[in-house]
């Protein structure tokens, strides 16, 4: 698992609480395990974890990623309106 799997899954809740007509909340936990590894924890009526490598990339290597994610996202947005 990796840290732009754990941030689409975030991306994709908060799309499903964006349309829902009620309220709703997202909660994310992460926890620190042995062997340079992360656990994440979603809440958001059900859990979703994920363990990831903490030592996969840098900070900056996943900053970037996330900035790619963001331009995706964006230009599939634009497509749709």
């Given at each position: 698992?990796?840290?732009?799997?754990?941030?689409?899954?975030?991306?994709?809740?908060?799309?499903?609480?964006?349309?829902?007509?009620?309220?709703?909340?997202?909660r994310i936990e992460v926890n620190i395990l042995r062997r340079g590894q992360k656990e994440v924890i979603i809440h958001c009526g059900k859990q979703y974890r994920y363990v990831v490598d903490a030592k996969e990339q840098g900070y900056q290597d996943f900053l970037n990623d996330l900035q790619g994610l963001r331009q995706s996202l964006l230009k599939r947005s634009s497509l749709t309106d």
């Open positions: 698992m990796v840290n732009l799997d754990v941030v689409a899954k975030v991306v994709e809740l908060y799309g499903d609480l964006f349309a829902h007509e009620g309220f709703g909340e997202i």
